[in-house]
């Protein structure tokens, strides 16, 4: 009902939030899912996170603090919680993403490629769980 009555100019910048979240959860997911496999997929999966993951997770958090200073919200949980997965998210990635590389470049060793497929598996579920907050508003 409240998405009934929000001003037009918000359209864009909610636009942009939903749309880096949408590629970066994709992303995530394709990480997931060749990480751990055989060299050539590691490659897809470093080349993953730095073309994909990051500037996704850039939009989504840029994006997203710009709608939410639009909205003047009095900072209801479930802002907080897409903070914290945002945030906090970062770090995640950027290690994730170093591990990916090291996965890449020495393919014979086999932890680097399990240990992101780990990492971006926990991410994942986090930002499911951000979405979930996102989209019920539970306050």
């Known amino acids: 009902m409240l998405g009934l009555i929000r001003p037009d100019s ?14 970066l959860v994709g992303a995530v997911a394709a990480t997931v899912v060749t990480a751990g496999r055989g060299p050539l997929l590691r490659g897809v999966a470093f080349r993953t996170t730095v073309f994909l993951v990051l500037p996704s997770w850039l939009l989504m ?14 900072d209801p949980a479930w802002v907080g919680v897409g903070f914290i997965v945002g945030d906090a998210g970062l770090i995640v990635l950027l290690v994730t993403t170093g591990l990916a590389w090291w996965a890449y470049r020495h393919p014979e060793r086999g ?4 240990a992101v497929t780990g990492l971006a598996s926990l991410y994942l579920v986090a930002l499911l769980v951000a979405m979930w907050a996102m989209t019920a508003k539970p306050d």
């Open 10 to 23: 918000w359209n864009f910048p909610l636009f942009l939030h939903v749309l880096g979240a949408m590629v």
């Open 111 to 114: 932890w680097p490629g399990r």
């Open 61 to 74: 958090r840029v994006a997203g603090q710009w709608i939410e200073s639009k909205e003047n919200l009095d």
